[in-house]
């Protein structure tokens, strides 16, 4: 597609379920990365694939929180027994390749969260 | 660790004033400067960047930032705004070497009324 496409657009659940949200990054875009932005805050680095590797999760809040890339394209983050502090926008987004040229991520419009 | 701070979170403007939004950075190392805007309603777009050379750098839809070294300083400037420039504004750092993950400020929210 012509952009990072993010789905769902918006997703309510209650407390405790599980919530699989997914990101279609750009064709060719070799790095990924998750942000999770609350409201009236900038966006928080959570993970960062490049092709298929996880290289860097340190942003992840807590082990409910999970990010998969198994084809080095298409991403899910998962939140299992989400909590009230997850709701939040989650965006997703894509790059090419390091280099001096390429360093512009390109967004996608997000998913937001709302836990109830 | 990298952070940014943006000191102006709520901006309101008049069309055809100027406008300057301040951004600060912590880092020990060689850093890429970015801000992004997020218009109502769109995803977030990279609205300039700066990576070296001449510290003024000019981007889409008349906007300019200057990088002063001196000053871990990236404040975003125009010289008229438009009631189309409302939007929010984000500054953001990434280390020159390793991973591209950017690390962005909170936000500006301007409005600019017409």
């Known amino acids: 597609g012509a952009g990072v496409s993010q789905s769902p657009r918006y997703k309510v659940a209650k407390r405790g379920q599980d919530v699989a949200l997914r990101c279609d990054p750009i064709?060719?875009?070799?790095?990924l990365f998750w942000y999770q932005q609350a409201l009236g805050q900038g966006p928080e680095f959570l993970t960062y694939?490049?092709?298929?590797?996880?290289?860097?999760k340190s942003g992840l809040p807590s082990d409910r929180f999970f990010a998969e890339r198994p084809e080095g394209s298409v991403s899910t983050l998962k939140i299992q027994r989400t909590q009230q502090e997850d709701s939040a926008v989650y965006l997703c987004?894509?790059?090419?390749?390091?280099?001096?040229?390429?360093?512009?991520?390109?967004f996608g419009s997000g998913t937001q969260l709302s836990v109830l | 660790a990298q952070s940014v701070s943006q000191h102006n979170h709520h901006v309101i403007l008049s069309e055809a004033a100027s406008l300057e939004l301040g951004c600060n950075y912590s880092y020990g190392g060689t850093v890429n400067l970015f801000w992004y805007v997020q218009y109502p309603g769109q995803h977030l777009q990279l609205l300039l960047k700066?990576?070296?050379?001449?510290?003024l750098v000019k981007g889409i839809k008349g906007f300019e930032a200057e990088f002063i070294k001196s000053k871990f300083s990236f404040n975003l400037r125009k010289p008229s705004v438009q009631w189309s420039d409302t939007a929010e504004y984000f500054c953001a750092v990434n280390a020159r070497t390793g991973f591209q993950k950017l690390v962005f400020g909170t936000g500006t929210r301007l409005l600019v009324s017409p």
């Open positions: 694939f490049q092709n298929e590797a996880q290289l860097d």
């Open positions: 700066y990576f070296s050379g001449d510290p």
């Open positions: 987004a894509s790059s090419l390749p390091r280099g001096q040229a390429n360093e512009k991520l390109f």
């Open positions: 064709s060719g875009h070799v790095s």
